[in-house]
């Protein structure tokens, strides 16, 4: 094997050498054979290489002492861009979903809804008859009784989210119906929380039922009677205790999921003793099933007689206020509800990027037309093309998640999961807003930097 050395390293081993044999020679020659020995060592001091290294020179800057040539981890092609006064610095979240672009690849620059997708509905003034009349309900139950259900069926829309998981519906929700000179209004909320699972709930879900009690005209006290007579009713004691103690609102008293129902009797004496817990039922009780569509319009029928002279909320064909944003939002929630197990579904956060409606090309449309020639006499027939295009809608919605392990299960294998979720999402949401609708969904992993370690 060839060893390849520096040339500085080749004349210091040659210097070496010499001196040692001038320093044996020293030791067994004559005083005129040392002077020689001298003159000779002094001529290869002379002769020594340029290339070795001097004494370092003192300095107090110490800066002058750093290498002049950086290493290659520092090199200005891996050097970190220098930021400007006006660049922001990006956060390790942010840093982890940065990837490079393919070259090539046209990157589009999608931008997020706007202000008038988020907010409200607003309908200005309202065309009604001089005889209006209104009555607000908020529906008020425990979690999973069928609350959603119920209020889809009696405005005759997809309002509410609906789901076999509790805790669907995270905050209240306005719908309407309007039946002739009346108009009914529907507060559809979270379900109620017992007290030992206050911690596990979030604040807006826990309160949101209690304070849309003071907009309401009337309560409709929604029980399950599936639960009554087969499971713990503990939710439903505590309901009615902080009615008995903080409420005076005229309540009616409606019993659904009827059908579900084996134990009559058992049922008859929980009813007679919810019944006798809130002295301020005015009606009831009612027995229904809303998904079964039992019992539902008598029950419509009863608010309707409970309407009094006033303003609409709405206008007769709106069955809501809710804005494009949150209906949107709810529509793909309810989705993975139903395709998820486990806590996955309630801890999935959305954050929409993208907004845009877009015009797609038709195939163009050829158009015949009788004329007549220009003596009068001929008929002839005229063509000519038509370019035709339509509105589509494109969301683009990231799903963020907390951890790779959640990020797996909320894909699927091969993706089919987050392409079931927003296939089916999609045609909701195209029915929901009137709109052919593209809705693009994207997985996220974000760490949740509040989640003790």
Same mark, same amino acid.
């Given at each position: 094997?060839?060893?390849?050395?520096?040339?500085?390293?080749?004349?210091?081993?040659?210097?070496?050498?010499?001196?040692?044999?001038?320093?044996?020679?020293?030791?067994?020659?004559?005083?005129?054979?040392?002077?020689?020995?001298?003159?000779?060592?002094?001529?290869?001091?002379?002769? @020594?290489?340029?290339?070795?290294?001097?004494?370092?020179?003192?300095?107090?800057?110490?800066?002058?002492?750093?290498?002049?040539?950086?290493?290659?981890?520092?090199?200005?092609?891996?050097?970190?861009?220098?930021?400007?006064?006006?660049?922001?610095?990006?956060?390790?979240?942010?840093?982890?979903?940065?990837?490079?672009?393919?070259?090539?690849?046209?990157?589009?620059?999608?931008?997020?809804?706007?202000? =008038?997708?988020?907010?409200?509905?607003?309908?200005?003034? #309202?065309?009604?008859?001089?005889?209006?009349?209104?009555?607000?309900?908020?529906?008020?139950?425990?979690?999973?009784?069928?609350?959603?259900?119920?209020?889809?069926?009696?405005?005759?829309? /997809?309002?509410?989210?609906?789901?076999?998981?509790? /805790?669907?519906?995270?905050?209240?929700?306005?719908?309407?119906?309007?039946?002739?000179?009346?108009?009914?209004?529907?507060?559809?909320?979270?379900?109620?929380?017992? @007290?030992?699972?206050?911690?596990?709930?979030?604040?807006?879900?826990?309160?949101?039922?209690?304070?849309?009690?003071?907009?309401?005209?009337?309560?409709?006290?929604?029980?399950?009677?599936?639960?009554?007579?087969?499971?713990?009713?503990?939710? =439903?004691?505590?309901?009615?205790?902080?009615?008995?103690?903080?409420?005076?609102?005229?309540?009616?008293?409606?019993?659904?999921? #009827?059908?579900?129902?084996?134990?009559? =009797?058992?049922?008859?004496?929980?009813?007679?003793?919810?019944?006798?817990?809130?002295?301020?039922?005015?009606?009831?009780?009612?027995?229904?099933?809303?998904?079964?569509?039992?019992?539902?319009?008598?029950?419509?029928?009863?608010?309707?007689?409970?309407?009094?002279?006033?303003?609409?909320?709405?206008?007769?064909?709106?069955?809501?206020?809710?804005?494009?944003?949150?209906?949107?939002?709810?529509?793909?929630?309810?989705?993975?509800?139903?395709?998820?197990?486990?806590?996955?579904?309630?801890?999935?956060?959305?954050?929409?990027?993208?907004?845009?409606?877009?015009?797609?090309?038709?195939?163009?449309?050829?158009?015949?037309?009788?004329?007549?020639?220009?003596?009068?006499?001929?008929?002839?027939?005229?063509?000519?093309?038509?370019? @035709?295009?339509?509105? =589509?809608?494109?969301? %683009?919605?990231?799903?963020?998640?907390?951890?790779?392990?959640?990020?797996?299960?909320?894909?699927?294998?091969?993706?089919?999961?987050?392409?079931?979720?927003?296939?089916?999402?999609?045609?909701?949401?195209?029915?929901?807003?009137?709109?052919?609708?593209?809705?693009?969904?994207?997985?996220?992993?974000?760490?949740?930097?509040?989640?003790? %370690?």
């Amino acid at each position: 094997m060839a060893h390849i050395h520096s040339v500085g390293t080749v004349m210091n081993g040659a210097r070496r050498a010499a001196q040692c044999q001038l320093g044996r020679a020293h030791l067994h020659t004559s005083p005129t054979s040392r002077a020689l020995l001298g003159k000779m060592r002094q001529a290869l001091t002379e002769a @020594r290489p340029a290339t070795r290294a001097t004494k370092t020179p003192q300095t107090s800057n110490i800066n002058d002492l750093k290498p002049k040539v950086l290493p290659a981890a520092m090199r200005e092609a891996d050097r970190p861009p220098a930021r400007t006064a006006g660049s922001q610095r990006t956060s390790g979240n942010q840093r982890k979903t940065l990837q490079k672009v393919p070259e090539g690849m046209v990157v589009e620059d999608h931008q997020p809804a706007g202000p =008038e997708v988020w907010m409200p509905k607003v309908f200005g003034t #309202i065309e009604q008859p001089v005889d209006a009349e209104m009555a607000k309900f908020v529906v008020i139950g425990a979690a999973n009784s069928g609350k959603s259900t119920l209020v889809n069926r009696l405005t005759g829309a /997809q309002v509410s989210v609906v789901s076999e998981r509790p /805790q669907t519906t995270r905050t209240r929700i306005m719908a309407a119906a309007t039946v002739g000179s009346k108009q009914l209004v529907f507060l559809d909320t979270p379900g109620i929380v017992s @007290r030992n699972a206050l911690r596990r709930v979030s604040r807006t879900v826990v309160t949101s039922p209690w304070l849309t009690l003071g907009e309401a005209d009337f309560a409709i006290l929604l029980l399950d009677a599936y639960k009554l007579t087969q499971k713990s009713d503990a939710v =439903e004691r505590y309901l009615f205790a902080q009615l008995e103690k903080n409420s005076t609102i005229p309540a009616i008293f409606v019993v659904n999921k #009827i059908d579900l129902v084996q134990d009559q =009797e058992k049922l008859a004496e929980k009813i007679k003793e919810y019944m006798a817990k809130y002295p301020f039922i005015v009606n009831g009780p009612l027995f229904i099933s809303a998904l079964g569509n039992t019992n539902v319009d008598e029950l419509k029928a009863l608010l309707l007689s409970k309407t009094k002279p006033g303003d609409w909320v709405v206008p007769a064909h709106a069955s809501s206020d809710m804005s494009d944003m949150l209906r949107v939002e709810e529509l793909i929630r309810v989705q993975w509800f139903t395709q998820l197990t486990g806590y996955l579904p309630y801890v999935v956060r959305q954050r929409n990027v993208g907004w845009e409606e877009v015009s797609v090309p038709q195939p163009p449309m050829t158009i015949y037309t009788d004329a007549t020639s220009d003596d009068g006499n001929t008929a002839v027939l005229q063509s000519h093309v038509e370019t @035709r295009s339509t509105k =589509e809608l494109v969301i %683009k919605q990231e799903l963020i998640v907390t951890s790779a392990g959640e990020a797996k299960i909320l894909l699927g294998k091969s993706g089919s999961k987050i392409k079931d979720i927003g296939r089916d999402a999609a045609n909701n949401i195209a029915k929901a807003l009137g709109i052919p609708t593209r809705l693009h969904l994207q997985v996220l992993v974000e760490p949740d930097s509040r989640s003790r %370690k």
